[in-house]
């Protein structure tokens, strides 16, 4: 029972055969099957919400995620002092592969399935958290990125980091402001409206190490960022991270939308939203903000290389999403 304490155990009234350290969670091979155990730093609202959503998509025939195990405390999780501990069934299978053109098409059909049966959700058993508004989150992106140039072009030197974002700047900012003028043109607002009308629920956290392929299908887990919004937040979560991955057109994004229109077809107002959201580059802009708020006194060579990346990307990426007009 290495580095657990046994009343966490005891707190999911287990007795464990064995306890294997995985990364960061314990793999528990038990007499009603293998279990894994985590720390898990979500809050317990944030815990107790996802159990909801996924309890109401096991109900409602999706059987494509890990449930939480029940604690003695009867409920998703276990308390013990400032930690907060949370257990599922163990499942075998290895990590979502975004440069790989079939692993995601297996993965946006899966994620397609489930945004189509929490369709079906109407009530929660707490209030449920709801996403911003796209477009104001997006104006709050260009008004701090904005300010940051301002404040760095008033530097008496500037390192190469300072060179990089200043001589990028237009062209992120151009994109930005189309994406935002895009989404005021769209429909976004309507669709916005109607996903809190509907407790319509995307899940912000999908990412190679949530969605886990194994030889019984796709599971799609961590589900404590979920919130409620337009779920094709998801896709859009989803192309962005594929188009990273690569320079190259492995799968089209017309390929990999028509793969989630199979199981949950998407309307041409919903097809402009997500083209307006995948202009935006929240990438760039993300890694500037984030470098610029933790003051530091050196660059970090894995945040260069984050940014250069994204750079050298930047036609590639406006390119690839084109596409998407054709729909």
């Known amino acids: 029972m290495e580095d657990i304490n046994a009343q966490v155990l005891s707190g999911f009234n287990i007795n464990p055969k064995s306890i294997t350290k995985s990364k960061l969670l314990y793999i528990l091979k038990t007499s009603t099957g293998t279990k894994q155990l985590r720390l898990n730093p979500s809050p317990a609202k944030r815990i107790c919400f996802a159990h909801n959503v996924k309890e109401n998509l096991l109900t409602n025939g999706f059987g494509f995620t890990d449930r939480f195990i029940p604690s003695v405390q009867n409920r998703p999780y276990y308390q013990l002092g400032n930690n907060t501990y949370t257990m599922t069934p163990f499942i075998e299978g290895h990590e979502s592969d975004f440069s790989d053109a079939e692993c995601i098409k297996k993965s946006i059909c899966r994620i397609a399935q489930m945004h189509k049966d929490s369709a079906i959700i109407k009530n929660f058993n707490e209030t449920p958290p709801i996403s911003e508004n796209l477009i104001n989150y997006c104006e709050k992106k260009i008004k701090r990125f904005k300010a940051l140039k301002k404040q760095t072009q008033n530097k ?3 390192t190469d980091f300072d060179i990089i974002f200043i001589k990028n700047f237009d062209f992120f900012l151009n994109e930005a402001e189309k994406s935002v003028n895009l989404l005021k ?24 190490e949530t969605i886990l392929h194994s030889k019984t299908g796709v599971y799609i887990m961590g589900f404590e960022g979920c919130t409620v919004d337009i779920p094709l937040m998801d896709l859009a979560d989803i192309i962005k991270r594929y188009i990273r991955k690569h320079n190259e057109n492995y799968a089209g ?13 998407l309307s041409k107002e919903e097809i402009d939203v997500l083209y307006a959201y995948l202009v935006f580059p929240d990438k760039f802009i993300n890694t500037i903000i984030e470098f610029y708020s933790k003051k530091r006194s050196f660059t970090p060579n ?8 994204t750079i050298g990307q930047k036609i590639h990426y406006k390119n690839y999403i ?3 007009k054709k729909l």
């Open 302 to 309: 894995s945040t260069v290389n984050r940014l250069t990346k």
């Open 185 to 208: 043109e769209s429909s976004y607002d309507k669709l916005y409206k109607k996903a809190i009308e509907n407790n319509s629920i995307a899940h912000h956290g999908l990412m190679e």
């Open 156 to 158: 008496s030197s500037y």
């Open 253 to 265: 994004a017309n390929e990999l939308i028509s793969e989630y229109c199979k199981i949950n077809p």
């Open 322 to 324: 084109e596409d998407i």
